[in-house]
């Protein structure tokens, strides 16, 4: 007897879409009043991106917004995440008000509308004005106060139009990367710097938040990644470095955004000396009533101790593991593993799949004009099914973003990776949706049941 085509369809209502990100995708950093952002700085550094690739045109995408979004639709998406440029809307990052670049994602706002797209907003994925980096950026406490400012002028503009806002993406990446490490802007590696840096970031997502309840008669949220952590060995070490791992990478945020509170690892175990002390009153700021979650999900780690600085764990590479091109293992059930993680943790809010995707070495364009990804398409398909498996245990997840919907600037990566389910030359700027965007298409059209 045939599959009930029913039997797997994702809930009524599921939203189904493709994200993408301001700096990645739209070039023209610097028009029509814009000012430069840490990422226009950092990526003209030199050697801080792979090739010296920069922003400067990426997908020019500030360009052909109206025929990405025709493109959209035709692809069949219900929802597009993308994020806006901080120093487009505010070029010295505070006070004065860049009506150009307000009037670019109002114009993309309602071509979303009106191709029948809802519209879900990212207020920071990674680009703060240099001008606010220079007064000490995520360092600096008042920023919690600039970040309310520029979220209550996109608030008063385009609440109502838009109806789902996320304050951060990634508030891990921004400090592991931009603080600890130094792989993204502003290439910071200070120990020091990295808790003030997330405080501050969280302090700056609650005023955001205590900012839309003034203003937003809408939703928001705030976006994460998780990167469920596996111990390598039942060893007493390894069961440790998986817990400092966890806490670190994975609990850190949603706890105190959710909870009010950091976990312990984060002083006891990992910064020791270089944890403050923080009042109250911060907590109580940083913990707001959240509408959702977002949760963006690439892969897992199973996690061994090692002399690491300071986390003194890390990953162990799976011998029979399959892995994508930014060297990340493909584990499906780590995307279910974590969504029942935070529904026992957290409560169940609604949450949505804000980013999910792979980078594989993608063919050239045939001459049919079709890219073959079969790779990606399995992806997609695996992840797709842990989502619903999740369902199946009581998760509530709304909607699936994958990423991305264009191939596009992955940081310090440059152009290196193609993470897009549409081809782009960049050369040309031609867009070809490759086979996985055909795949996507037909999954959103029959709910799921053609998984
Ligand atoms: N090891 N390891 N583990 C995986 C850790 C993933 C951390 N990076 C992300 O989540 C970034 C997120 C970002 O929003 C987007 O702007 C990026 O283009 C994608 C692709 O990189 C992902």
């Known amino acids: 007897m045939a599959a009930n085509p029913n039997a797997r369809r994702f809930p009524e209502g599921f939203l189904w879409g493709a994200a993408t990100a301001a700096h990645q995708i739209e070039g023209s950093p610097m028009a029509d009043g814009a000012g430069p952002s840490i990422w226009t700085r950092f990526a003209h550094t ?46 010295d990052g505070t006070g004065r008000v860049n009506q150009k670049g307000l009037d670019f994602y109002s114009r993309l706002v309602d071509e979303l509308l009106d191709k029948g797209i809802e519209p879900l907003l990212t207020l ?49 990446v921004v400090t ?32 955001a938040v205590k900012a839309y309840r003034e203003i937003g008669k809408h939703e928001i949220g705030l976006v994460v990644n998780i990167e469920p952590k596996y111990p390598n060995t ?10 400092r791992a966890h806490a670190y990478m994975n609990e850190q945020y949603l706890d105190a955004a959710l909870l009010g509170k950091y976990p312990p690892e984060l002083k006891n175990e990992i910064f020791g000396d270089a944890w403050p002390e923080w009042a109250d009153e911060d907590y109580a700021l940083i913990k707001q009533k959240l509408d959702f979650i977002g949760i963006n999900y690439y892969t897992r780690s199973v ?30 059930q780590g995307l279910t593993d ?13 949450t949505y799949i804000t980013e999910n995707g792979a980078a ?30 999740a369902i199946d245990q009581g998760c509530d997840i709304r909607g699936y973003m994958v990423w991305s919907l264009l191939d596009n600037l992955e940081w310090s990566l440059g152009f290196s990776k193609r993470f897009g389910i549409v081809h782009v030359n960049y050369g040309t700027q031609e867009r070809t949706p490759k086979d996985s965007a055909r795949w996507y298409s037909k999954a959103i059209e029959t709910h799921g049941a053609s998984i």
């Open 46 to 91: 030199p050697g801080m991106t792979v090739n010296g690739d920069t922003g400067d045109v990426a997908c020019d995408h500030y360009n052909r917004w109206k025929d990405d979004v025709a493109l959209m639709a035709s692809l069949g998406l219900k929802a597009y995440r993308f994020s806006t440029s901080w120093s487009r809307i505010l070029p």
């Open 124 to 172: 920071y994925h990674w680009d703060l004005p240099a001008a606010l980096d220079d007064r000490g950026g995520w360092l600096n406490r008042d920023v919690a106060d600039w970040f309310a400012e520029y979220g209550s002028v996109l608030y008063r503009a385009l609440d109502g139009r838009v109806k789902k806002w996320v304050t951060l993406n990634e508030p891990w």
């Open 176 to 207: 592991d990367g931009g603080y600890l490490h130094g792989a993204l802007a502003p290439g910071h590696r200070s120990k020091y710097e990295t808790p003030i840096a997330t405080h501050n970031l969280m302090r700056a997502h609650g005023a």
């Open 234 to 243: 039942q060893s007493p070490e390894d069961l440790a470095a998986t817990k």
């Open 303 to 332: 996690t061994q101790a090692t002399d690491s600085y300071p986390l003194k764990a890390g990953a162990v590479r799976q011998k029979l593991g399959t892995y994508t091109e930014t060297g990340w293992e493909v584990f499906p």
């Open 338 to 350: 974590l969504l029942v993680w935070a529904k026992d943790r957290y409560g169940n809010l609604p």
């Open 360 to 389: 594989f070495f993608d063919p050239a364009v045939a001459e049919e004009g079709r890219v073959r990804d079969p790779l990606r398409m399995g992806y997609l398909k695996k992840h797709l099914t842990a989502i619903r498996d």
